[in-house]
């Protein structure tokens, strides 16, 4: 299929399936063999070799999903992010990593790199310049994370890439929070992107998943440190995950849908004292996002006012649901400070404005009048039994 014409639902639905040539059933069918027979010596299937017929169709549609060359498709999103970096990183190297990074990653970074001889620093900002001063001389790669996590700022895509390429180095992106539907970070010069699809590409909360999507040159050195570290899914998943990823075009349309709405309502709340969503017009980052985004996200966050305590809040709510993870179809809420910032310092979390009061926020597919409601009656109990308290 020539992609490039294609709509992004129909890459979703049609890119890359296994063809039904005994039944033409409208499915991919599953093979679960780990062994094949091998009729050419240099084609020898094994499911670590990441090359089952199921994980190798599925590797098309991500592909076409990220305009890449090609996929890989791991067993979780820190097994692709692992996996990319320590294919192009070897002791002597630096990387400079985007401050506001995923706690897991965050953890590999300070608990495993120095193992491997390779040094890091971390940004104190995410403007260009903040990426410029940490370089060094052995520096040889740029990490981002765009939207980041809690506080939805954005990275200027091409301005790193621009900047890595004057001195020769390699991008990499954690490209969950967009999803591809929302951000190909590929058509601003990003050499290397990796997923959690365990969020948005699997979204009914029920698989956990990671893609690595580059050129062919890239990912030819991807697949050689892949099956050496053997992350790859098992393909009863890789197989849930081509049935989800078909619909992520329509979830994360939704998903954006409501985020908006929702920010909108946050901003108007006189509960609410701050909302973070690169939607609003008031966000920082509004022109940036809109010149490199399709669609804002279903990410938010926001901080309620000091008189409405956090924990209670979470424990009013009667349809959206506090949870550790994000971006499954139905809506959930985290405190960052007791998640997944609990183990920053309060010195590092206040030098990244991440307060006590925050709240991070993974809109749903819900009807949007359900989730305000929701928002409104938690607020409204939590203050009434203050007053009575
Ligand atoms: C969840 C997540 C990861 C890690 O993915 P796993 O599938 O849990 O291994 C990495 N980056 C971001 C932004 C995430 O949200």
């Known amino acids: 299929m020539d992609t490039d014409k294609k709509g992004i639902n129909t890459i979703c639905t049609h890119e890359g399936g296994v063809k039904d040539v005994l039944f033409k059933g409208a499915t991919s069918p599953l093979y679960t063999s780990t ?9 020898k299937r ?50 400079v990593f985007q401050q506001t990074l995923y706690g897991g990653t965050y953890n590999l970074v300070v608990t495993q790199l120095e193992k491997f001889g390779i040094s890091y620093s971390f940004t ?16 040889k790669l740029i990490y981002v ?34 999803s591809p539907i929302n951000q190909n970070p590929i058509d601003f010069g990003i050499d290397v992107v990796c997923h959690s699809a365990t969020k948005y590409m699997g979204g009914h909360s029920d698989i956990c998943a990671g893609v690595v999507a580059s050129s062919k040159e890239n990912m030819e050195q991807v697949y050689q440190t892949a099956i ?66 399709k669609g804002f996200g279903g990410m938010l966050s926001f901080e309620l006012s000091r008189e409405v305590d956090v924990s209670q809040f979470f424990k009013q709510l009667k349809l959206i649901k506090p949870s550790m993870s994000l971006a499954g179809l139905e809506s959930t809420v985290s405190a960052p400070v007791t998640t997944s ?49």
């Open 35 to 43: 062994s094949y027979a091998f009729e050419d010596v240099d084609a």
């Open 341 to 389: 910032h609990a183990l920053m310092s309060a010195e590092d979390r206040k030098k990244q404005g991440i307060t006590d009061f925050l709240v991070r926020f993974s809109l749903g597919i819900e009807n949007i009048e359900d989730l305000t409601e929701d928002i409104e009656q938690a607020i409204n109990s939590v203050k009434s039994m203050q007053v009575h308290a």
């Open 124 to 139: 104190t900002g995410w403007q260009v310049a903040d990426f410029e001063r940490e370089l060094q001389q052995n520096t």
């Open 228 to 293: 050496c570290f053997g992350g790859n899914l098992s393909d009863y998943t890789v197989w849930l995950l081509e049935r989800s990823l078909k619909t992520m075009g329509i979830r994360v349309k939704e998903q954006n849908n409501n985020a908006q709405k929702m920010a909108h309502f946050l901003l108007d709340h006189p509960d609410i004292v701050a909302v973070h969503y690169p939607g609003l017009e008031n966000h920082p980052d509004h022109g940036l996002a809109k010149s490199q985004m």
């Open 145 to 178: 994370e765009t939207p980041s996590n809690p506080l939805l700022t954005i990275t200027d895509l091409s301005g790193v890439a621009q900047l890595a390429k004057s001195k020769g180095l390699m991008t990499m992106i954690d490209n969950t929070f967009a």
């Open 46 to 95: 094994y499911p670590r070799y990441f090359n089952t017929p199921n994980q190798e169709a599925l590797g098309k549609k991500l592909a076409a999903l990220e305009h890449a060359d090609q996929a890989m498709i791991f067993g979780s999103g820190m097994a692709a992010i692992s996996t990319a970096l320590l294919t192009f990183l070897q002791a002597g190297d630096h990387v």
